[in-house]
């Protein structure tokens, strides 16, 4: 869907006559107008709230100057929330949308490729806690996602690249044919509108079978563990995506010296993410990774389940105890 389309395809599915697009001081610039007069052309009253660039507008203060700016107008349980952004406006937006009133429609305008293959995408919203990353949040679907892959046209370098470690991640895990389709990067990127098309169908399909995330979706979190005490262990200074991807080549080569995927598959899956320029050594310590994945959410008591892969489209849940993680990590 172009969005020019945006406004008539919410016309069907909003019953309210006031929308507000929230989006941050980038993505302003680049297409809120366009966005606004295309909801506007459809009769909706619009207002805009921006808030500022990066992980920061996740907070507990943006989030509650959003729900009193929307309180203020006054938006009605059937008026809905736009989220014209990446991520961080996906998820924040997200969340003001399931909580305010009990819950309103929201629409997701996603523009970096990773909000596009993936936050868009399932329904999960969050805000961060001074404790830690999403620790607030609500499983609240989209009303509709407005996917337009001409609003990625803009994305700087590195936030492309982070997005397509989750692109890169489809394929390992679900997709062989996608995996071959990146083997060739300039047809790949050439074809980013279908590729985009196949992560979400693949997303989909997890999340329909598996909602609130207790089996086959926890696949989606292939490199991830390590990835996620990657980001941690570095106060994020590495980004989501090139965290990722040195997990998934860590977990790939783990997987091959446990015997629980071939040497083979194991490289191909880093060959590929070397192709898209991304740098696999892991700088830290295998004990100061266990220590942080050891505070991982996604712990259950004294195991862990984490994601293996078997051959390339095919991954697994593999589960190990605490302990046996500690080996695995802290013999690399
Ligand atoms: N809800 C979920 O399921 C889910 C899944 C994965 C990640 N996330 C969350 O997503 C967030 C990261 O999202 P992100 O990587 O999109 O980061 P982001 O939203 O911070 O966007 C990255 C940067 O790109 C800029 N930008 C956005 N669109 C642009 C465009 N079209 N052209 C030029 N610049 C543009 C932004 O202003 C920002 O500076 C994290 O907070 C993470 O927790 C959520
Ligand atoms: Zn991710």
New binding site residues.
């Given amino acids: 869907m172009r969005l020019e389309q945006l406004g008539s395809e919410a016309r069907k599915i909003i019953k309210g006559d006031s929308l507000v697009v929230v989006t ?4 302003e610039k ?2 809120l107008d366009r966005c606004m007069e295309s909801l506007r052309n459809a009769g909706f009253e619009v207002k805009s709230y921006v808030v500022p ?3 920061e ?2 907070s507990g203060q943006t989030y509650l100057e959003l729900l009193n700016f929307l309180a203020e107008i006054p938006l009605t349980r059937s008026d809905a929330l736009v989220a014209l ?7 924040l937006t ?1 969340f003001a949308a399931a909580t305010y009133l009990r819950g309103i429609k929201v629409i997701q305008v ?6 596009a293959v ?9 805000i ?1 806690l001074p404790a830690g ?2 620790l607030a ?1 609500a499983f609240h679907q989209p009303a509709l996602v407005c996917q337009d892959a001409r ?6 370098e590195d ?1 492309w690249q ?2 397509m470690a ?1 692109v890169i991640k489809y394929g390992c895990i679900a997709d062989a044919a996608l995996f071959e389709l990146l083997q060739d990067r300039e047809a790949a990127e050439n074809r980013m509108e279908g590729i985009i098309q196949r992560c979400v169908a693949i997303k989909k399909k997890f999340v329909e079978e598996d909602e609130l995330d207790t089996g086959v979706r926890q696949l989606l979190n292939f490199g991830h563990t390590i990835g996620h005490a990657i980001e941690k262990a570095t106060d994020f200074a590495v ?3 090139r965290a990722v991807a040195k997990g998934m080549a860590m977990m790939s080569d783990l997987s091959a010296e446990q015997g629980w995927c071939s040497r083979e598959t194991a490289e191909q899956i880093t060959s590929l993410l070397r192709m898209y320029d991304f740098d696999l050594t892991v700088a830290q310590p295998g004990k100061i990774l266990y220590d942080i994945c050891m505070a991982d959410k996604k712990r259950k008591g004294n195991y862990i389940d984490i994601v293996v892969p078997e051959g390339i489209g095919k991954c697994r849940l593999q589960r190990l105890t605490t302990e046996e993680l500690g080996e695995l990590l802290c013999e690399r």
């Fill in positions: 941050d001081k980038n993505v680049l297409y660039p990066g992980e507008s996740k952004g990446g991520g961080v406006v996906g998820d997200g996603p523009t970096t490729l990773l909000a993936d936050s868009s995408v399932g329904g999960k919203t969050a961060n990353k999403n949040g609003l990625l046209d803009s994305l700087p936030v982070d997005g989750e980004s989501h995506g």
